[in-house]
């Protein structure tokens, strides 16, 4: 079902600040403050979230999670062997709002990524002498995007639903999952971004063929121009951000400390369990090496500290981190649609 | 202490959209979905939360709270009769982002309201036999604010602070107090707007004068101009808001029902404890009567519903409450700084 009008909205002028659409997604969706960095394991109403549509109602008494011909209440699923998976995930649009230009969607600064505690069934136990080419997760949630009317979905290839930690998870941080978490049931899918982790999870489908909902084949892709193809966004890319120093300016954020020596600390992340090798400070464009704590958890963030002797004026501090890989966090955005 | 810059800062250029820190502060803020006023109580992660400065890091085994000479551990305030009261709070600036021109802030559109059950100690166990004209609340979250630095703080009048239902609150919806609703240890006064709960308690202070911290003798005031004092913000003013029907489309929010009968439903609410009478709804600006239901809790919002036969095309709906003492929800804000 199309609707010209939402295309229309789809195309509003967004010149010289922010439009009303923007504050509005922006007011929607939680973005974790940055002094939350502090915490190993984001407490839950920090945590992130991106929700495309409404938060879904669902009883979990009466939920089913269908695959293929089974409809399994969350009895069952709870009988089966848990796992508990640490995972930073972060989405894939955190920072869109620094792009110049920017397709009008939620625009992300720097508090689109958290880190939690999974925990829940193996996707792999539902999925065993399964042949198929990709695995297709369907949320609960329903609406439009660009005119079109979908349920949230989306794919991953078999090789990667069948990794030992993707889950289907019905807890977070050891409580039962929030609503605007997924309740009562999600996926997880640790390294990627948060895209991959369905979210109200009501069907897993098995496809021969590339799937091609809404949020696979248009949405989540690197695109240079409107008209390309573009490559899917996958795994997420190598990452740091510093746990704001001092007191904050509440209006301008600006961060006041006072002058001598003190501490800055940040996280840093890569996808697919590559682990952060290095990170790096530069006060005023002149760059240190920072402390790296190696990794705790395979998918879980790292924790990094760089001492700085503060002087009276005006500064800029930078982060950026090295993954295992080689692959460093660019200076300037590559941009995309 | 002074800081030009960030007085600089405040009064930035907010013309043509929204401005940079607006973005940041409704990023850095939690705004209640719409759809979740269809809990009586919402979830803590979807509970909207204001924080003027950084969400501090407190331990609450060394945590003290200082009245007078006292310095009262955790423990020593659950030791205390506990009592648990359901509040519906509001941002006093909810709804700013609609004001032409507003003041650079907190840009509100509608979800800086949220409804809790708190439990804790009664406020007046702590001030028997206590003269004063007003009582002080401390927080421990610092920070600038227009050039000076302060700590959040608040009063109240002796004889609002000695109301049964005014706690010091540790937990929130049956757990324990999340970091970002004031852990280990927040202020609740049912019936005012949100600036009086102040979280982080740190110190009770007993004042012969007016407090004159600046939350209290500058912020927080109706003004129509700068160089006046205004008129303190003290007790939530009638409401209600539409839960919306229907399936959302991503960007604009519009929202798409299909035609048939169906029920609007929503949540209606005033200040001090005073009940809502009547709630209506118009539908492309004809008015008709909700049903109501009565309150259940003296401070908690009350749910009222409308039955509606939707058809084909665009249509406008709006509410509005009247409360037990005659005001009503105006169709138009009444403007001020």
Redesign the interface.
Known sequence: MK?P??ER??R?N???????????????H??M?L??L?YDVT?????Y?L?????P?LDERTFRLRVGDRALSMKELRAMPRHTVRATLECAGNGR?RFVPRY??M???H?GVSTADWTGVALRALLQDVRAHEVAFIGAD?????GV?HAFGRSLPLAEAMRDDVLLAWSMNG?PL????GAPLRLVVPGWYGMASVKWLARIELHDQPFDGYQQASGYRYKKREDEDGVPVRHMKVKSLIS?PG????????R?VDAGPLTIEGRAWSGAGVTVKRVQLAVDGEWREAELEAPHERFAWQRWRCEWHATAG?HQLVCRATDAQGATQPAQSDWNI
Chains 1, 2 share one sequence.
């Open positions: 609707h009008f939402l909205g789809r509003s967004i010149e010289g600040g922010f439009a009303p659409e923007e504050l509005e997604l922006a007011l929607r939680v973005s403050p002094e939350a502090r407490p839950v109403g920090l945590h979230t929700c495309h549509f409404d938060i109602a709002a009008p969607s625009p992300w600064t508090g329903r609406g439009f995007d660009s009317e409580q929030a609503p605007q978490h704001p007191v904050p300016d509440w209006y301008t954020g600006r006041l005006e």
